[in-house]
Nanobody
Framework: QVQLVESGGGLVQAGGSLRLSCAAS????????MSWFRQAPGKEREFVAA????????GYADSVKGRFTISKDSAKNTVYLQMNSLKPEDTAVYYC???????????????WGQGTQVTVSS
């Protein structure tokens, strides 16, 4: 059974940092794209960052470029999202997703985690 388990969310002041983790299990993800999405109250789920597991190629939403970094640890089957210079508008539930292909449309992803709350206070 495929599982994506996020952790690392919490409450942080504006300008602070958090590191989210997504532990993947249940299958081989070496050919997959691992992505982070977020959803704020009353808003649609939006793409944040992605990494292709096999080659480490990354992509980011314009709103987080230069502040967030996605990375992976193949030995631990875990993907990370390092978030620096956090802003109140980064407040959302952050989700990990996996699919063999890259999509910015969340509806096309095969696997999802349960999400972790990130709250940035001003």
């Amino acid at each position: 059974q495929v599982q994506l388990v996020e952790s690392g969310g919490g409450l942080v002041q504006a300008g602070g940092s958090l590191r989210l983790s997504c532990a993947a299990s249940g299958r081989t993800f070496s050919s997959y794209v691992m992505s982070w999405f977020r959803q704020a109250p009353g808003k649609e789920r939006e793409f944040v960052a992605a990494i292709r597991w096999s080659i480490g190629r990354t992509g980011y939403a314009d709103s987080v470029k230069g502040r967030f970094t996605i990375s992976k640890d193949s030995a631990k089957n875990t993907v990370y999202l390092q978030m620096n210079s956090l802003k109140p508008e980064d407040t959302a539930v952050y989700y990990c997703a996996a699919d063999p292909n890259y999509y910015s449309d969340p509806a096309r992803y095969q696997y999802w985690g349960q999400g972790t709350q990130v709250t940035v206070s001003s």
